[in-house]
């Protein structure tokens, strides 16, 4: 069963993280330790006074409930998702898939230009904020991709293409192996792609490269607490709402385009819904549960490289394994592209699939 849903956070929770906010237990640091030891206090200082004395919640809920959001069960687990219909009743549907940290407010700025010519299905990942924590295990991409093409096909779609950044770019490749008959492409904006012996590659393409093994040589930290020991880091994260804003607004500030910085409210807002909504070590579990993997995709793919991501993708690598059908290099642009650059996101999209409705 699908049901309407409203985002309504009780006052009282409020009040709560207010109180909280109040009495942070702040740490020291090193007078000149700017990013050398992680995320500097002055920043962290800096957001958690805009948070408690600025920050308007009820705002931001009343922008999100402004678009139609559903819940329903799946596999055990609740999802939760918005359905924004396209004017066009021949519209083809589309997934968009968010990642960590992030959360269904990265798509805020693309719904209106890309509604014009789809249907938008945008759900939380389980584990990850309105769909609440995951309940058994097992919850990797896998599961999460059967889970989404389920939810699909409860909306009586049976042909639609699915798109993602981090996590999400694997689970809409994903979707692609789990539903190969309903996938018809499949666009991402992250596409790691691991060294091959014996590959000639370009000097530009070298460099990427490197940069690639130097990720693989050491595991970022927070991947290795997330992949190895979710459960300790929820205490932390669960208990302290400075502890949650750190965690992941350190990633809105490293990933990003310094050229393309994100509203400090909608940073915010994202944190909120793993606040509000006890997420941190269920969508940590997400980590744990993958692992590190490269897989294929049955479906035609479409790549978009913004300059400033994590790693940049390379082509000649990318198409020993994918079906590589649109290829696109922005100047601008990091890792969170729907929020930093939704227009060049947007009118990517459109490209690949405009012939495939």
Known sequence: MIKPFQLEVPQSELHDLADRLTRTRWPEELPDAEFDYGFPLAEVRALADRWLDGYD??????ELNEFPQFTTEI?????????????????LPLVLIHGWPGSVL???????????????????????????PTTSRGWDVDRVARAFAELMGRLGYRRYGTQGGDWGAGIAKAMAVAAPENV?????????????EGIELSEEDSQRLEKIKGMMRSRPGYQVLQGTRPQ???????????????WIAEKFTEWTDPASKIDVDRILTNVMLYWLTGTAGSSA?????????????PAPLGVAVFAHDIVLSVRPLAELTYRVEHWSEFDRGGHFAAMEVPELLAGDIKAFFADRA
Do not use: K
């Open 184 to 196: 018809v492409a499949v666009h991402v904006n992250y596409l790691p792609t691991p060294p091959v």
């Open 232 to 246: 300790t880091i929820s205490y932390a994260l669960t208990d302290s709402p400075v502890g949650q804003l750190a």
């Open 106 to 132: 990265e798509f805020l700025d693309v719904i209106e230009p890309l509604s014009r010519d789809f249907h938008l299905v945008i759900p939380s990942i389980p584990g990850f904020g309105l769909s609440g």
């Open 75 to 91: 596999d055990g687990q609740r999802v939760h998702f918005l359905h924004v219909r396209s004017a066009r009743a021949d519209a």
């Open 285 to 297: 579990r997400l980590t744990r549960e993958t692992g590190i993997r490269s897989d294929g995709c």
């Open 57 to 62: 919640w009820r705002r931001h809920e009343a």
